[in-house]
């Protein structure tokens, strides 16, 4: 079979995800046939660097050996059972790493399928605990401009995304809504630390005035990925956890895309010290193989459900999928190789090298910043630099570097006209510099 046999039949029967269909009339459809390590091979033979880590779960390469081997062990033993009065080693290991790994309060660890899912557990148990220990009016949930929490009705209704959320607007939540961190919104002569406080004071004016109805806060850890990859100051999360401490509502920590060494550390928090009530794991859980996700949280959380079956406080969410053992092994797997080699280590001379290969772009006439945190490197593409006036949405400038990085053998997605790296852990500094030199050179095309 070549591209253009399959293209035939997928055109045909599927409806893929983020797409407008239409599209692919004229934009190719890439389909993959096979991949190792960074590569991804189309039925004609062509290869293409994956330079976003196929939508940032991939950790440690494609057809990984030992993630495939832990898979392949764990099929032949037990591949499903019911999670609901069940139980197997798998899950049990690795609630017990992730306990292990995270912040000491948090010690309870709840299983689900994907991203969306992790984050409608959290807002369902925050919820929920209020209203089980005998606080009613805590219904609501504080989010950020420009959040992004996932797809279903729930992760959406607390997301801040107009291209996401509004046509289903009538459906969802309404949140309120704090002035993010970001530091790119900063004036002149601000730092990163001081957009940060700035913020942190439009918070608490906004939990001084709502904090009776506010059950959670939630928040992606420096950095809103789908909303732009924009990045703000760790003092934030810091201040942050004392606020809700004070007014007495949750953290919930969104790290299903900047968890597992994205940023730097293992997770974001740490970065801040800081512990959320909740923690949202999921993408690179599993090193790219499996769909899972994981919520981390608290005694405090876990003994307010814990009662007798008529009182009636039970959480009853539940997925036919909860706690796969296939994912679970995956996910072992993943965190062997965390453990065992020196991963975070290596991540510091990969992110530097994706800092020196696009260096010279602060200097690009449509360029407004290069910002980085960690292994998450982002091009904010601008009509003008001294205003940082954006191209218009219509115009699509970044897909115009995505189409030309695909004739150039590496995929990237920007985000409307920001151009990122996220590649998983396994590249090499000379696929690093490969990768800068064809988004630089597609990004000199779009904006001529």
Known sequence: MNNADFVARDLAVLWHPCTQMQDHEWLPLVPIRRGSGVWLEDYDGQRYLDAVSSWWV?????????????LARQAGELEHVIFGGFSHAPALRLAERLVDLTPPSLVRCFLADNGSSAVEVAIKMSFHYWRNVGVR?????????????????????????GLYRDPYVELLQAPLTAPSPDAYERSPGESWADVARRRLDDMQALL?????????????????????????????????????????????????AV???????????????????????????????LPLAAVL????????????????????????????PLGCAAALATLDIFAEEPVLQRNQALAAAMAR??????????????????????????????????????????LRVYQHALQNGVLLRPLGNVVYFMPPYVISEDEIRLMAQVACAGIAQAVA
């Open 357 to 398: 290969e696009t260096a010279h772009l602060q200097d690009h006439p449509h360029v407004a910043e290069v910002r980085q945190t960690g292994m998450i490197l982002a091009i904010e593409l601008v009509q003008d630099k001294a205003s940082r006036r954006a191209y218009p949405w219509q115009e699509r400038r970044g």
């Open 137 to 161: 009016g805590k219904r609501r949930v504080v989010n950020l401009t420009g959040a992004y929490h996932g797809e279903t009705l729930g992760a959406l209704g607390v997301g801040d995304v």
């Open 259 to 289: 968890g597992f060494g994205r940023t730097g550390t293992l997770f974001a928090c740490e970065q801040a010290g800081i512990a959320p009530d909740f923690l949202c794991l999921s993408k690179g859980l599993t090193g790219g193989y």
């Open 58 to 70: 991939n950790l440690f390469g494609h057809a990984n050996p030992r993630i495939s081997s832990a």
């Open 208 to 256: 001084e005035r709502h904090a009776d109805e506010v059950c959670a806060v939630i928040v992606e850890p420096l950095v809103q990925c789908a909303g732009g990859m924009r990045m703000y100051h760790a003092d934030y999360l810091k201040g942050l956890r004392a606020l809700c401490d004070r007014y007495q509502v949750h953290l919930i920590a969104d790290e299903i």
């Open 297 to 324: 949280t608290t005694d405090t959380v876990y003994q307010a459900f814990y009662a007798d079956y008529a009182s009636q406080r039970a959480f009853l969410h539940s997925h036919s999928y909860s706690g796969n």
